[in-house]
């Protein structure tokens, strides 16, 4: 007699597969961003923009109580103007860097780094994600917070050196959507030399809470 086959786990496992839902592609998420200002007493609140956009459209506000918030759909970023991981090594290689230690995997992309804004006097300004830290030893030691929008996966890796900038160090790997990126450098004002810039991404994330910093761009 020939055994019944065991229908049970088939059907368990057919629920199961139709039960998966589906994971949801990083590149449509919005990126929001908020934190408090503090080295920068704003008169009222700010309107803020992104840098290089065109349309100038609203993105967030700096508000008179030192608080920032911003939130940037991917409808928004995909209106904004796409670098690539190989423009950048070319633009380098323009302005004579030595880029012969730099290897990239070329992919387009958006990179915020600040928000722009203008004072009730008119000075054309920006806040950006970032703190500023004093060491023991006399040194100060800045960590930026940017954010890479990445159409794809790409990367930008190795050492930059420029005449007359501090040197470059990136070890970037691109997914595709948010990638949280950490730009730290340490200045000795005794000595007024900065240690190399290392670009690290740190996660791939569509949020920041933390420091902000304001400054002028005059």
Known sequence: MKKKLALLPLAVLILASCDRTPA????????????VVTNFAPSKDYSLTIPGDTSKSVVGTLKADKSVSVSITADAVSKLSFSS??????????????????????VEYVNLSAFDFSTSSGNSSYAEMSTETPNSDGTITTKRTNFYYSKGEGSIKGLVSCENTVVGNYNMVLKPGWNEVSRTNTYNPTTKTSSATTFDVISQKNSYSGQWRAFSRQ
């Open 24 to 35: 949801t592609d990083p590149r449509t998420l919005t990126f929001t961003g908020v934190g």
């Open 85 to 106: 991981s190989q423009t950048f090594y070319n633009n380098l290689k323009a302005s004579n860097c030595d880029v012969s230690k730099l290897q990239i995997v070329n």
